[in-house]
């Protein structure tokens, strides 16, 4: 038998035109080059909004016209909306310049539409980026969506009960929130639900050693789900380790879809809706 059987595209999966990619890095230096058929793939594939991230003013200066030229040139195409904020990954770099420029583009850009991808990341934290650092940056910025009144997205790699005692002292249980590449299991599913809150699943989601966070995928209410890619990073089964882009995130949805024993469409559908809704599409 041949051992190199093609994989999937994801158009096949012929998903309806009505999915969403709640977040992707579409200013990486691999995808931005093939952006517009990158746009076209994830709109064939059933992709109609896609959430990108913007995470330092200088990317965001340089990249969000393009971004939005190259959707408005290409048919079909997703809606594009934005998150900005500054990661764990980035707050060594960050100085009150790169606030005020944060502050200003949440408030004057009507397509920013959270501030994310903000938390706590214990990885990062051996060398450059301590949680010295980490935590004031994560604070003020939940402070900033507080009184601007928007939605954060969530990152947390490795500062579980740290990220949910911050979260608690700044009174966000309640408010608006997605919790960006969720890996944990049921239990800890059900905690970021019990706030009120979103939970979105990535590629990782379908790696077959990824059986626990399977399960909590079934427990998760059919109005707070969401699919994303985190791409280029994590691709989903059948390209797992190539570079990931949102038209994959269908691979993802039918994969929780089959684990929940619902039609890959409905789920598609209900998940991009709350999508819209969370990003005020
Ligand atoms: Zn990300």
């Known amino acids: 038998m041949p051992s190199s059987a093609p994989r999937a595209l994801p158009q096949s999966l012929a998903l309806p035109f009505a999915g969403a990619d709640s977040h992707a890095h579409l200013d990486d230096e691999r995808l931005l080059p093939q952006l517009a058929d990158v746009l076209s793939r994830a709109a064939l594939s059933g992709v109609s909004l896609i959430v990108h991230?913007?995470?330092t003013h200088e990317r965001y200066a340089a990249n969000a016209r393009f971004i939005l030229d190259t959707a408005a040139a290409s048919c079909p195409a997703?809606?594009?909306?934005?998150?900005?904020?500054?990661?764990?990954?980035?707050?060594?770099?960050?100085?009150?310049?790169?606030?005020?420029?944060?502050?200003?583009?949440?408030?004057?850009?009507?397509?920013i539409r959270a501030i994310g991808?903000?938390?706590?990341?214990?990885?990062y934290e051996e060398g450059f980026s301590p949680s010295a650092l980490q935590e004031p940056w994560f604070r003020r910025q939940l402070r900033l969506a507080r009184e601007l009144d928007k939605p954060v997205v969530i990152h947390s790699r490795d500062a579980w009960e740290r990220t949910f005692q911050i979260l608690d002292e700044e009174g966000m249980s309640g408010r608006p929130l997605l919790w960006h590449c969720f890996g944990g299991d049921a239990e800890q599913a059900a905690r970021i639900l019990d706030n009120g809150w979103h939970i979105a699943l990535g590629g990782a989601a379908t790696f077959k050693a990824n059986a626990a966070l399977r399960e909590a995928a079934r427990i998760i209410p059919l109005d707070r789900l969401m699919f994303e890619t985190d791409c280029p990073y994590l691709a989903p089964m059948p390209w797992r380790g190539?570079?990931?882009?949102?038209?994959?995130?269908?691979?993802?949805?039918?994969?929780?879809?089959?684990?929940r024993g619902m039609d890959p469409a409905e789920l598609w559908t209900a998940a991009g809706q709350n999508a819209r809704r969370f990003f005020g599409m």
């Open 117 to 123: 991808e903000i938390g706590l990341d214990a990885h």
């Open 78 to 111: 997703p809606d594009i909306c934005f998150i900005r904020g500054l990661h764990p990954e980035d707050v060594p770099r960050a100085d009150e310049e790169e606030w005020e420029h944060l502050v200003e583009a949440v408030r004057s850009d009507p397509l």
């Open 242 to 259: 190539k570079l990931n882009e949102p038209a994959f995130t269908v691979f993802t949805a039918a994969c929780i879809a089959g684990e």
């Open 53 to 55: 991230v913007f995470l």
